[in-house]
Structure formats: structure tokens, C-alpha cells
């Protein structure tokens, strides 16, 4: 693949003394200057204006996103993509549309019913309205309707009563200031489905969340506490492996599951798809996730480097993917050079206009240039007369 300025984007902590930015940043530009790349890094934290100046300082050919909120607000990473569109910037991962599909886990499953792919039962707790989507049963699963990282999912989010049913519907709705979504429980073992490319995509081998190192009495969930905090339990004892004692059917039906979510929320260069399987061997989809964490060891870069990609490789892989998908066809081709050809002809028209209004005298008559040029276009737009 070709030399390409690449401008790495990210969301960085500037409550902090000095700013500060995950690893995986640092990780994906080494990764890029291995392959060749130039490479850039454009942090950002609440200022657009901030952004618009290092993309026309950098002039990237490709920026490679890794921002996952802005503001301090996780809904805001599909409006920094929607600027990226608008200006024409050519980068990794999943468009606006896509982005804001998946922000809201009502429309998810809506879009996964379209394309009967299952889903757990769910109810939406609003403030003012309450929307169901199906029967359920206790035990239940209580998580905020929008939202990344697991916000607000813990422990008590697995509820097997009513009183706790409540109160984390409450605590949802008067702290996290979004609606409250109630699922149905899927008892049964958790996969991640890894997706890389477009149309065809190439499903990676498939990864399982172990949980059998989690003490007794503790809910076999991926919460906040399992992903960010060092010193919890949950953090130290469960852990992306890869999927064992499957077999080919299951294992097929997985990650036909998986691809097909993918496709229904319009997600698109890498994916991770979260499922659980039930008893009786059916995959349910729990989460799709558009531009999925690609740490070093991350379930993602894992699936990959079994499927013979290393780190580099694969970083690479998803920038060449996203430059074929900006690739122009030669019926494009064509297109843009007809606007262009267009565009070319209103400008000499605006120009010729221009000289004509100049040239006009102060009595308002047109010059004797522009009048014998109209009555030479006059004289070639009648039909000639027939001879007699």
C-alpha cells in the first residue's frame, strides 16, 4: 500500500494537569508508521474550531478515528464523523448514519427484528412514556437506552426483583438523564463475533468471555467495573478467550448472527458483535458495536491474531479498507468530470454576463461590442429562408 498522511483522532482528558489519551493511540500510530505511513496525531476535547485548524494544518489523507465522545459526551462521536462527511475527509470506521443507529438501543433492536435477527425482549422507560417489545420475565437486565463503555451497567443491573427494578430504573432516569432500558436475562454462554471489511466481510474466529474465575455470587456480567477498574474483582476475573467446544453448526450460526447484525446497523470497515447463547442453542445479540477498542489486547486485536494478523497488520488492513471503500468508479469518474465540465461552462457564462453589465453605457443600452454580438447570436438562431 501506498505512503498516506494518516491523522490519528482521538478524544483526549483535559481535566487533568496534563492532557491525557488512551493507549491505544500511542499503540495504532505505532502501528501506522510501521506501515509506511506518516502519521499525525489530532486530540480533541470540546472545541470544533480546534479541529477544523489541525485538519488544514495536517491535510490528511485519511484519518484514522479512535474519538469516542466529545464535550465529554458519548452521543457527540456522530457529530465529529458527520463533520469529517461534510468536509470530505476521507476516514476509518463507521459513518454518521450508522453511528447514530446503534446510540439508541431501541432502534437497534427495531432494525434487528427487521432482519430477524434475535434479540432480548425489551421495555423502554422513558420519563413520560413507556414502549414495550415484547414479554418478559424476571430475572431482568437494566441499562441505559444510549450510551458506550457500559455507563451505569453493574452489578445491580442484573435485577430479580421488583423494588430493585425500580430503583435502578429510577437511578438511571435521575442521574444518567437518559431513558432506561429493561431486557430480558439470557442465561447462557457470551461470544464476541469480530467483523473485518465490507461486502464481503471476513468474520474472525470467534471469542468468549470466561467467566469461571468470578467468585461465587457475583453475576456473570461485562460491566463498567470489569472494564476500567484495576482494583475490582471483576476486572481481574473475566477475561476474552478464544471460543472452545463448539460445534460447526454453532459455530456457523454464531457468526452468521453476528455478520448479519453488523449489516442491519449499517456498521461498516470493523465491528464487534456481543451475543449470548441460549440452552437450546440459539444466538441472541446483546450489543453491536461500530469501531470496536482495538488495544494491543483487546478481544478484537485478539480475534485477529488468531486469524494470523498481528497488531500492525491488522491497523494496516483497516486503513486500506477504508481507502478502497473511498475509491472512485469509473462511472463516478464520469460523473464528477461532467460537474466539472458544467461548472467550467457557469463560469464562463458568469464571466461573459460580467463583461457585457461593465461594458453598458451610462444610458442603460448595451455596448456596441455586446449589441453586434447579440445580433450575431439572433441572426444564427432563425431558421434560414427558403430559396425560391
Known amino acids: 500500500m501506498d505512503e498516506l498522511k494518516v491523522s490519528v483522532l482521538f478524544w483526549e482528558d483535559r481535566d487533568q494537569a496534563a492532557a491525557e489519551h488512551d493507549e491505544v493511540v500511542d499503540q495504532v500510530a505505532a502501528a501506522l508508521s510501521e506501515g509506511g505511513h506518516k502519521v499525525s496525531l489530532i486530540g480533541i476535547s470540546g472545541d470544533l474550531r480546534e479541529l477544523l485548524d489541525k485538519l488544514d494544518e495536517q491535510k490528511p489523507q485519511l484519518v484514522f478515528n479512535l474519538c469516542e465522545r466529545f464535550a465529554d459526551n458519548d452521543l457527540f462521536d456522530m457529530h465529529v464523523i458527520t463533520i469529517l462527511d461534510m468536509l470530505g475527509k476521507p476516514f476509518t470506521g463507521t459513518g454518521p448514519l450508522g453511528t447514530a443507529l446503534r446510540q439508541d438501543k431501541a432502534i437497534t433492536k427495531k432494525l434487528l427484528k427487521f432482519h430477524d435477527?434475535?434479540?432480548?425482549?425489551?421495555?423502554?422507560?422513558?420519563?413520560?412514556?413507556?414502549?414495550?417489545?415484547?414479554?418478559?420475565?424476571?430475572?431482568?437486565?437494566?441499562?441505559?437506552?444510549?450510551?458506550?463503555?457500559?455507563?451505569?451497567?453493574?452489578?445491580?443491573?442484573?435485577v430479580t426483583e421488583f423494588s430493585k427494578l425500580v430503583e435502578h430504573i429510577n437511578f438511571i432516569q435521575t442521574q444518567l438523564n437518559v431513558p432506561a432500558l429493561v431486557e430480558e436475562y439470557i442465561e447462557g454462554r457470551e461470544f464476541y463475533v469480530s467483523i473485518l471489511g465490507n461486502n464481503p466481510s471476513e468474520v474472525l474466529p470467534v471469542m468468549e468471555l470466561d467467566f469461571t474465575k468470578l467468585p461465587d455470587g457475583y453475576p456473570k456480567i461485562y460491566g463498567a467495573d470489569a472494564k476500567a477498574d484495576e482494583e475490582s474483582v471483576q476486572y481481574n476475573a473475566v477475561n476474552a478467550i478464544v471460543a472452545t467446544e463448539l460445534s460447526s453448526e454453532i459455530r456457523a450460526r454464531i457468526a452468521n448472527v453476528g455478520r448479519e447484525a453488523a449489516y442491519a446497523l449499517k456498521v461498516r470497515d470493523y465491528a464487534r458483535v456481543d451475543i449470548r447463547l441460549t440452552d437450546d442453542g440459539r444466538p441472541v445479540v446483546l450489543e453491536v458495536?461500530?469501531?470496536?477498542?482495538?488495544?494491543?489486547?483487546s478481544a478484537f486485536a485478539l480475534a485477529a491474531l488468531q486469524a494470523g494478523m498481528g497488531y500492525t497488520m491488522l491497523i494496516n488492513r483497516i486503513v486500506e479498507i477504508a481507502q478502497k471503500r473511498y475509491?472512485?468508479?469509473?462511472?463516478?469518474?464520469?460523473?464528477?468530470?461532467?460537474?466539472?465540465?458544467?461548472?467550467?461552462?457557469r463560469r464562463k457564462t458568469a464571466k461573459l454576463v460580467e463583461s457585457i453589465e461593465s461594458g453598458s453605457d451610462a444610458s442603460g443600452r448595451g455596448s456596441p461590442q455586446a449589441s453586434e454580438s447579440a445580433k450575431k447570436e439572433d441572426s444564427q438562431s432563425k431558421p434560414a429562408e427558403k430559396r425560391s
Open 117 to 158: 435477527v434475535a434479540y432480548p425482549n425489551s421495555i423502554t422507560f422513558d420519563k413520560n412514556e413507556i414502549e414495550f417489545a415484547g414479554r418478559m420475565r424476571l430475572p431482568l437486565f437494566v441499562k441505559p437506552l444510549s450510551g458506550d463503555a457500559s455507563a451505569g451497567i453493574n452489578d445491580s443491573s442484573l
Open 289 to 297: 458495536n461500530a469501531n470496536p477498542y482495538l488495544e494491543r489486547t
Open 327 to 345: 475509491e472512485t468508479t469509473p462511472f463516478l469518474k464520469e460523473l464528477q468530470k461532467e460537474k466539472a465540465g458544467r461548472k467550467r461552462i
